[in-house]
Nanobody, 127 residues
Framework: QVQLVESGGSSVQAGGSLRLTCAAS????????VAWFRQAPGKERDFVAA????????YYADSVKGRFTISRDNAKKSVYLQLNNLNPEDTAIYSC????????????????????WGQGTQVTVSS
């Protein structure tokens, strides 16, 4: 079992950057794939990015590709989401989620595929 806590959300102006952290507690964090999702007011929760057990296995939504970067540090039991060149459409609550997978598994892009969730962190981008 793993517990997840997000941090790093803030209010920034368009063009700015943020770094979100998903900190995990529990055992065997390296056995989990981790994804970031976001949900804007009145909208559905959307996939943003995911990272598999191998740090090179990263996946992105088309809307953030080239602007956001996901990474992990298993020694610190953390997954990071670097957000660059932010625009108002990126405003949302960002949540991380984890799923125990085999090494070669491709993380799902559907929220229902994940077992553990954090409480979320607010990102607000003003124009």
């Amino acid at each position: 079992q793993v517990q997840l806590v997000e941090s790093g959300g803030s209010s920034v102006q368009a063009g700015g950057s943020l770094r979100l952290t998903c900190a995990a507690s529990g055992r065997s964090f390296d056995r989990y794939a981790v994804a970031w999702f976001r949900q804007a007011p009145g909208k559905e929760r959307d996939f943003v990015a995911a990272i598999g057990r191998r740090t090179s296995d990263t996946y992105y939504a088309d809307s953030v590709k080239g602007r956001f970067t996901i990474s992990r540090d298993n020694a610190k039991k953390s997954v990071y989401l670097q957000l660059n060149n932010l625009n108002p459409e990126d405003t949302a609550i960002y949540s991380c989620a984890a799923l125990s997978v085999i090494v070669t598994a491709i993380p799902p892009r559907e929220a229902h595929g994940y077992t553990y969730w954090g409480q979320g962190t607010q990102v607000t981008v003003s124009s």
